[in-house]
């Protein structure tokens, strides 16, 4: 099941050059290289006369050609060229995908074209405040289904366990945060708060908390994309003065997570983020990388477990109020035709 | 003493002691009635605490929210009145209240 009407990170800018780069996204596979204007092309990859992977053939003037028997597309996907013939055949113009490239990043939209709004690109332009230290390029393959992935995003409790030896505290204190989830038109808004919990292994070495920290995160999931803003500062010595997460504090992080299905059973999993005032030496994207290495481990394992115990019951706690409030907007979503618009009716 | 019956679909009535301030789901815990699981302990995230409010009832016992609203459309047969009895608090206006429990919990 995929969510169609949405803008999805199709890659990083510095991936799509002049020369062709395949990518299967929601079981399409697509092939992009950059036009000599430096805009980006997305065209099906696949050549309309034999389906071989334009991706495989060459390059010239903004003009994509088969390897195999040399038709030519354009950059839009019109068939402009067919060796031997008088004209190009009319039938063979192939399905070219809307691009829009902000900052590092390649948005793609995967539905219906003439929906594709590049004011609903979600803003990311807080990766490139100055005075921040960003950390942008993640990718990994995950071999599971996306709303796995989504879902784990979602959910807080596994930190103690997945992520002990770096994003982990007290369990029992970290499942047993103050949370509030609330559905948005957007998608999911999740607001946990932590008092006095131990430092996680992450902060250890920052000068800027001590042992004991109080830290607080607002998330939000959208279609495609996961964004989380975290505070931190020492337990006790000031009160939250804001209801969220506004304000100065010692560590303030914010990440985003690129949730993009390649097939029913794997994800092209893109993260990038940017750190406030950060002092712990390595904590940069390859750390970011290392953590969610850990999650990658947990999905895959339940992707394979999944062909033998699909069919059981399974049962939603405390902290799952998230992934119910979102399973919820997805249900509208589908009812919605998928249409951003009128899920902010319905769910308005 | 106030009360709160819960009546299975096979017509059993079970009127246990409701104290106020407790959420009628806490309060079918602590009576053990049977068809209330509670997976995730009252915090409107498993909905497996549905009940069917009457109508004579509904108006008292209130309508659901945004979070408790999205959670009913994953119950198992869904109507009208039905809430999730961790989100209904037992108050003096609801002394004598009649629930009917749904034909089973879960997703």
Avoid at chain 1, 183 to 209: A, C, H, K
Avoid at chain 1, 242 to 260: A, L, Q, W
Avoid at chain 2, 58 to 73: K, Q, T, Y
Wanted: charged share 25%.
């Amino acid at each position: 099941m995929y969510l169609f009407n949405f803008w999805y990170i199709a890659g990083w800018s510095r991936e799509i050059t002049v020369k062709p780069l395949r990518r299967l996204i929601m079981g399409q596979p697509i092939v992009m290289f950059r036009c000599k204007d430096g805009t980006i092309a997305a065209l099906e990859d696949r050549c309309s006369h034999r389906n071989y992977p334009l991706s495989k053939g060459e390059i010239c003037d903004d003009v994509i050609q088969c390897g195999y028997h040399g038709l030519r597309f354009d950059r839009h996907g019109a068939c402009i060229y067919a060796p031997g013939q008088d004209r190009p055949p009319s039938g063979g113009n192939l399905i070219s995908y809307p691009v829009e490239e902000r900052g590092s990043i390649v948005w793609m939209w995967m539905g219906e074209p003439q929906r594709a709004d590049g004011a609903l690109v979600p803003d990311l332009s807080y990766l490139d405040r100055e005075g921040w230290t960003p950390f942008l390029g993640g990718y990994i393959h995950l071999k599971a289904e996306h709303t796995m992935l989504t879902e784990n995003l979602l959910d807080i409790s596994h930190l103690a366990y997945v992520h002990k030896s770096t994003m982990g505290s007290t369990p029992a204190l970290m499942a047993g945060c103050d949370i509030e989830v609330t559905l948005e038109p957007f998608g999911v808004r999740r607001m946990t708060t932590m008092n006095d919990i131990p430092t996680p292994p992450v902060y250890r070495q920052s000068s800027l908390v001590g042992t004991q920290i109080d830290t607080r995160t607002e998330s939000t999931m959208r279609p495609g994309l996961y964004e989380n803003n975290v505070v931190v500062k020492p337990a006790g010595v000031e009160p939250w003065r804001t209801k969220g997460v506004d304000g100065e504090y010692p560590i303030i992080t914010r990440s985003f997570h690129g949730i993009v299905p390649e097939t029913d059973r794997s994800t092209h999993y893109f993260f990038g983020g940017t750190f406030k005032k950060i002092d712990v030496p390595g904590m940069n994207g390859d750390q970011a990388h290392r953590i969610l290495l850990e999650d990658v481990d947990v999905l895959e394992s339940i992707q394979d477990n999944i062909q033998y115990v699909g069919d059981r019951r399974t049962i939603n706690l405390r902290n799952d109020a998230a992934v119910m409030q979102w399973r919820a907007f997805v249900k509208r979503l589908q009812k919605a035709d998928a249409d951003p618009r009128a899920a902010v009716e319905s769910v308005g | 003493m106030p009360t709160i019956t819960f009546v299975s679909q096979a017509g059993r009535r079970y009127a246990v002691t409701a104290d106020h301030g407790l959420s009628v789901m806490e309060i079918a815990r602590r009576n053990e009635i049977p068809g209330i699981d509670a997976d995730c302990g009252g915090n409107c995230a498993c909905g497996t605490c549905h009940v069917y409010v009457g109508n004579e009832w509904i108006e008292r016992v209130g309508r659901p929210g945004p979070s408790e609203e999205a959670m009913l459309e994953f119950v198992h047969q869904p109507a009208d009145t039905s809430r999730l009895s961790c989100q209904i608090t037992m108050r003096q206006e609801l002394d004598g209240l009649e629930l009917l429990l749904p034909e089973r919990q879960g997703l």
